[in-house]
């Protein structure tokens, strides 16, 4: 059974149109982060959650929100999306605790923009 | 800075063969090492982690080491079949609040 759900894995949506995508785990990890990532490129870390504590990273564009209601859930907010933020958008979780706990990745969100 | 650094960048085998991938990085504190496999248009998977104290882990035709001394990894793939064709991601876990560092990845494509 998938632990981490990534909604929908497909999203087209307009220039400029707020589009959200959505992130749910059966895991009760407690860390959750949004990853970008651009063809032929590494995932590139948006923002994570470590418990409800919000950490932003200092390159991710104002244009990116997110929001953990609770345990379970991470949504991603694209505010006004750009042709540049074409991409595919990665969900994942972890543990904080236990050294080796394994972080659980999301089959991804392929996000185009016309 | 921590920066996690893979090569080769891309690597073209035949079936059958062998190969290894590597990969050093400068996080710290560290927590704990994995290697991903990710096809396209999927998430990673992982295939082994690995923490401080360990130096060999296998996982089938995948065997990685670690040397936590030099900060470097390898991933070493036997026997290569076809659908070992994928991007290759060396992940470091620092130990500040569990952040993970990606490597670029290394992309494997198997030939027949």
């Known amino acids: 059974d998938a632990m981490v759900i990534q909604n929908p894995r497909y999203q087209v949506t307009q220039f400029g149109k707020p589009v959200t995508l959505s992130c749910s785990q059966t895991?009760?990890?407690?860390?959750m982060y949004w990853y970008q990532q651009k063809s032929s490129q590494a995932p590139k870390l948006l923002f994570h959650?470590?418990?409800?504590?919000?950490?932003n990273e200092a390159d991710t564009p104002d244009n990116f929100q997110s929001r953990r209601p609770n345990t379970s859930f991470c949504f991603l907010d694209i505010r006004s999306p750009g042709l540049g933020d074409a991409a595919m958008y990665l969900c994942?979780?972890?543990?904080?605790?236990?050294?080796?706990?394994?972080?659980?990745f999301g089959q991804g969100t392929r996000l185009t923009v016309v | 800075k921590n920066q996690v650094e893979q090569s080769p960048q891309s690597l073209i085998i035949l079936e059958g063969k062998n190969c290894t991938l590597q990969?050093?990085?400068?996080?710290?504190?560290?927590?704990?090492l994995r290697w991903y496999k990710q096809d396209t248009g999927r998430g990673p998977v992982s295939l082994t982690i690995?923490?401080?104290?360990?130096n060999t882990k296998s996982n089938g035709r995948y065997t990685a080491t670690l040397d936590a001394d030099t900060k470097q990894s390898s991933l070493h793939i036997t026997a290569s079949q076809l659908s070992d064709s994928a991007s290759y991601i060396c992940?470091?876990?620092?130990?500040?609040?569990?952040?993970?560092?990606f490597g670029r990845g290394t992309q494997l494509t198997v030939w027949p």
């Open positions: 990969c050093n990085y400068t996080v710290s504190p560290f927590s704990n």
């Open positions: 994942a979780t972890s543990s904080s605790r236990g050294s080796s706990t394994e972080a659980f």
């Open positions: 690995m923490t401080f104290s360990e």
């Open positions: 959650y470590y418990d409800k504590d919000f950490n």
């Open positions: 895991l009760n990890h407690n860390v």
């Open positions: 992940v470091v876990r620092g130990s500040t609040l569990g952040r993970l560092y």
